[in-house]
Nanobody, 121 residues
Framework: QVQLVESGGGLVQAGGSLRLSCAASGRTFGSDAMGWLRQSPGKEREFVVAINRSGRSTYYADSVKDRFTISRDNAKNTVYLQMNNLKPEDTAVYYC??????????????WGQGTQVTVSS
């Protein structure tokens, strides 16, 4: 019984930055990783980045590596996604998710409602 709520999405011009937050409530388990995944119209949901329970290990999709940074504050039950140098192709609904430490969307079993990120050229 985990609830995830994303915030921080919006409209930004190419080259700009946004910071997304994901607040978790309810009991989570020690094996849970946290991830950000995204979906654009007409495309399947894709992995963006994940972080393990302790925050010591992170995994990034090649398309966002060196531009996006994931972090977590376990005391606040919150995960963050700092997005820099945004590109129009980053436009998508971004979902926070909890589950296995995996690159596959199928490995995540708790999902937030999503937050829209739109990057204009």
């Amino acid at each position: 019984q985990v609830q995830l709520v994303e915030s921080g999405g919006g409209l930004v011009q190419a080259g700009g930055s946004l910071r997304l937050s994901c607040a978790a409530s309810g009991r989570t388990f020690g094996s849970d990783a946290m991830g950000w995944l995204r979906q654009s119209p007409g495309k399947e949901r894709e992995f963006v980045v994940a972080i393990n329970r302790s925050g010591r290990s992170t995994y990034y999709a090649d398309s966002v590596k060196d531009r996006f940074t994931i972090s977590r504050d376990n005391a606040k039950n919150t995960v963050y996604l700092q997005m820099n140098n945004l590109k129009p192709e980053d436009t998508a609904v971004y979902y926070c998710a909890a589950g296995l430490l995996t690159y596959s969307p199928d490995g995540y079993y708790y999902w937030g409602q999503g937050t829209q990120v739109t990057v204009s050229s």
